[in-house]
């Protein structure tokens, strides 16, 4: 028989409990304890909920049977519920075994039903008196959601997304708005569940407490940011009910808070030797990411000159240009704070894409231009995407090239020849530039051409790509802009790269072909090649210029032209046949000379 057990009795019944909320219980000692438990639940249940802090002792309890009598104490009275509810959390803390057993024991449904009895009605936002039994129920619930899909949708459907949401609003204890929280933020990951928070009124409650996180433990804002990044990354349509001008101006007030408590630490920080140690993610960093997945809407990225905030964070980046002088010690916290200011210049160049945001980031031109001269191919990157996006518009791009920022540009596409993207963002943007017709005399004039050409002969097919796609712009409908390209020696690389001679090329495909791999080159250059011949083959005039024009073609080349007529895809034969038929214009006796003939047939 089991002697009676009281808290008086309860080291003489298990005499071998430790204090120490880490020590491994034998397999003996927790059956044992388990069949106290069984025979009296309290106040053993503590007992139980004391061993499950250790990660060994949590599948042995369950294994020998203690689970059941913990779902039973949950429809005692409060305090019974308050005990069961926190073993069960530590039981079903990184234990997924033990989440499936009480899912299966229906211990979420009488979880979510005890929030639900409380003081607090679920849309309630008055002040209640938080219990024990709040914050343990919030926390096994948190803990039954984390990575187990079975236990989250039976949460969702028991209505446990309400009554979180009233702990998260009413409670007075801090701890239990972390765990109801943390169960909100286990919970988005749930496809289903992101529908639901996203359209609740948990968004709003959000961005409510990111407005003062002075108020909050760090832990919590962590968590409040980390569940808003999944919704906008999964349901960014479910945001729509926020005031986005207040979302945005909200979550980059809490960037730059977390950015001063970085700094702090950084200047305490020693240098460290492993580069790639960089700790957890923090609190700015996930923002960004946040404010990246927000501005993916169009209808959002208004807002971000709403309230100065271009302004702001234009300043706030070049404020902290220093952190990326080489004086710098290098420091985890360091290499943090760089990736969030590079997340923020990337930011205000994804906002440029929207015409309003554009015109206004113009008048902070000098602002922009002081951002190409950090000296670190990502915030290069960044402010490239911002200048390749106020040029998107004819009259801005006219504008930008009388002050000479294109010049910036050019600097950036021949100074980063070992950054293939920083080179070919920087093409993009130069292209954007040539687009209207009044700019590319002086993109011509300013020298354009060489460094371009010289880029048709890297051993880089995204850059030669690139570069072609800009060498067309510039010459198009340009007689003279086409010869002077012929003249600086564009036409040799050109032709290399129709014929298919380029250089050898670092990025080429991999090929599977069944019994071994082999390299392919990538046939769109080639393609695009051959579409600009035709096109500067159709711009030229009849006689001298069209002579002149296409002197630098000799016969060997055209041999490599017709054979784009045997090759296997349609839009290489159309585009070599009409090169072939412009050529035979002008040089008929190589097309139809004897080494040729064979080809044609």
């Known amino acids: 028989a089991t002697p009676k057990v009281n808290m008086e009795g309860l080291s003489a019944a298990l005499p071998f409990l430790s204090s120490d909320p880490d020590h491994l219980y034998d397999d003996e000692q927790l059956q044992q304890m388990v069949s106290v438990f069984i025979a009296h639940p309290m106040p053993v249940a503590k007992a139980v909920g004391d061993a499950a802090r250790c990660e060994g002792n949590r599948g042995p309890l369950v294994k020998f049977g203690c689970a059941r009598p913990l779902v039973d104490l949950l429809s005692e009275n409060d305090d019974a519920k308050a005990q069961a509810a926190r073993a069960i ?352 005399n002086r993109l011509t004039d300013d020298g354009i051409f060489p460094p371009t050409i010289r880029i048709l002969s890297c051993p880089n097919q995204v850059l030669q790509f690139a570069a072609v796609h800009l060498l067309r712009t510039l010459t198009a409908g340009n007689v003279e802009a086409a010869q002077k390209f012929v003249n600086d020696g564009g036409m040799e690389s050109l032709l290399l790269l129709v014929c298919g001679e380029g250089p050898n090329l670092e990025d080429e495909d991999e090929v599977n072909t069944g019994e071994s791999s082999e390299k392919v080159k990538d046939l769109r250059v080639q393609y695009e090649a051959t579409r600009y011949l035709v096109r500067l083959l159709a711009d030229t005039k009849e006689g001298q210029d069209r002579e002149r024009f296409t002197s630098r073609i000799n016969e060997k080349l055209v041999t490599g032209i017709i054979s784009l007529l045997l090759s296997p895809f349609s839009v290489l034969q159309e585009e070599g046949s009409f090169a072939l038929a412009m050529l035979s214009l002008v040089r008929p006796g190589w097309i139809l000379g004897v080494s040729n003939r064979w080809l044609l047939i």
Do not use: W
């Open 89 to 440: 959390g530590n039981l079903c803390y990184d234990h997924p075994e033990n989440r499936m057993e009480f899912h299966k024991l229906g211990a979420i449904r009488l979880l979510v039903s005890i929030l639900a009895s409380q003081e607090a009605a679920p849309t309630s936002t008055s002040n209640i008196t938080t219990t024990p039994l709040e914050r343990n129920v919030a926390g096994a619930l948190a803990n039954l959601a984390s990575e187990t899909p079975e236990c989250q949708l039976e949460i969702l459907q028991a209505g446990g997304v309400e009554y979180l949401l009233g702990v998260v609003v009413g409670g007075a204890d801090e701890h239990s708005v972390a765990m109801a929280v943390r169960a909100l933020m286990n919970l988005a990951e749930h496809e289903k569940a992101q529908e639901v928070i996203g359209s609740s009124d948990v968004v709003t409650a959000y961005y409510e407490m990111l407005t003062d996180t002075d108020s909050l433990p760090e832990p919590v804002v962590a968590d409040v940011v980390s569940t808003l990044v999944t919704l906008a990354r999964f349901q960014p349509n479910r945001l729509v009910m926020v005031d986005r001008c207040r979302a945005i101006a909200v979550l980059f007030k809490v960037v730059q808070q977390s950015v001063n408590e970085m700094k702090m630490e950084h200047d305490l920080d020693e240098p460290e030797g492993d580069p790639d140690d960089d700790g957890e993610q923090p609190i700015a960093l996930a923002i960004t990411d946040l404010l990246l997945s927000l501005l993916d809407d169009d209808n959002i990225k208004p807002s971000f000159i709403l309230q100065n905030l271009h302004n702001e964070v234009l300043a706030f980046i070049l404020h902290h240009a220093y952190l990326f002088e080489r004086s710098q010690p290098v420091t985890p916290q360091l290499r943090l704070l760089q990736k969030v200011f590079r997340q923020l210049t990337k930011i205000v160049g994804v906002a440029c894409i929207n015409e309003q945001v554009s015109h206004a980031i113009t008048s902070q031109l000098t602002s922009v231009l002081k951002l190409t001269t950090i000296i670190d191919p990502d915030m290069q990157l960044g402010s490239l995407l911002i200048l390749g996006n106020l040029a998107r518009a004819d009259e801005q791009s006219v504008s930008l090239v009388e002050q000479g920022v294109h010049k910036s540009v050019f600097s950036m596409m021949v100074e980063f020849p070992n950054d293939q993207r920083v080179q070919q963002l920087a093409i993009g943007a130069l292209r954007n530039f040539a687009i209207p017709v009044a700019n590319r």
